[in-house]
Nanobody, 127 residues
Framework: EVQLVESGGGLVQAGRSLRLSCAASEFTFDDYTIGWFRQAPGKEREGVSCISTSDGSTYYADSVKGRFTISSDNAKNTVYLQMNSLKPEDTAVYYC????????????????????WGQGTQVTVSS
């Protein structure tokens, strides 16, 4: 069974950084698209960033462009989300998700494109 496990969340002050990890098991990373999503209390889940593990193509939501960086270590079956210059509005539960497709472009920011989900990790940014 495909499993995704997020880690790296926590409580930080505004302006600081965090790095989230998404470790995948029970499948090889090739030809997958991995996405990071977040859901704040009372809000809908939104796509933050995604990456194609086959060609490294990356996509970002406008709200995080220039601050967040997604990367993939295929040898470790792990995708990272480096989050810099964090803001209180970045506070949310962050989820990683996967779909066994590549080349779907910015559609990877839509949650209904993904088949597998992790349990989430809480990120809280204080002002």
């Amino acid at each position: 069974e495909v499993q995704l496990v997020e880690s790296g969340g926590g409580l930080v002050q505004a302006g600081r950084s965090l790095r989230l990890s998404c470790a995948a098991s029970e499948f090889t990373f090739d030809d997958y698209t991995i996405g990071w999503f977040r859901q704040a209390p009372g809000k809908e889940r939104e796509g933050v960033s995604c990456i194609s593990t086959s060609d490294g193509s990356t996509y970002y939501a406008d709200s995080v462009k220039g601050r967040f960086t997604i990367s993939s270590d295929n040898a470790k079956n792990t995708v990272y989300l480096q989050m810099n210059s964090l803001k209180p509005e970045d506070t949310a539960v962050y989820y990683c998700a996967a779909v066994h497709l590549h080349g779907i472009g910015s559609r990877c920011l839509k949650d209904d494109e993904h088949d597998y989900w992790g349990q989430g990790t809480q990120v809280t940014v204080s002002s």
